[in-house]
């Protein structure tokens, strides 16, 4: 099956920096979108960072520009979430997650999308989630 497997230290003070990691495995899909949300009580799951797998370019919401980073490792099939100059807001569940189904196109990908079709419907593999909190 489909396996989404985070890991990292995810505790830090403000203006710190955390790395996430998401290892993935029996993962088939193509054209589809990959990334990283996070929730809060109380809150939507919401996506901060993502990339579209069938060409370059990565999106992130207005919250974390500037301060996070997607990328991937292919040989390792893993995908990371760079978080620098970390603030308490930030503090929250962290999710990795792709589609479970082909998009067809990358904007679909952007934040605000992903995040809607997700309220509308889920439709993603997720990993296990990564709380960090970020203290002041």
């Known amino acids: 099956q489909v396996q989404l497997v985070e890991s990292g230290v995810g505790s830090v003070q403000a203006g710190g920096s955390l790395r996430l990691s998401c290892r993935v495995s029996?993962?088939?899909?193509?054209?589809?979108?990959m990334g990283w949300f996070r929730q809060t009580p109380g809150k939507e799951r919401e996506a901060v960072a993502t990339f579209y797998t069938d060409r370059g370019g990565t999106y992130y919401a207005d919250s974390v520009k500037g301060r996070f980073t997607i990328s991937q490792d292919k040989a390792m099939n893993t995908v990371y979430l760079q978080m620098n100059s970390l603030k308490p807001e930030d503090t929250a569940m962290y999710y990795c997650?792709?589609?479970?189904?082909?998009?067809?196109?990358?904007?679909?990908?952007?934040?605000?999308?992903?995040?809607?079709?997700?309220?509308?419907?889920?439709?993603?593999?997720w990993g296990q989630g990564t709380q960090v909190t970020v203290s002041s």
């Open positions: 997650a792709a589609d479970r189904q082909s998009v067809a196109t990358a904007l679909l990908c952007m934040p605000s999308l992903w995040t809607k079709r997700v309220d509308e419907g889920d439709n993603n593999y």
């Open positions: 029996g993962y088939t899909g193509t054209s589809v979108c």
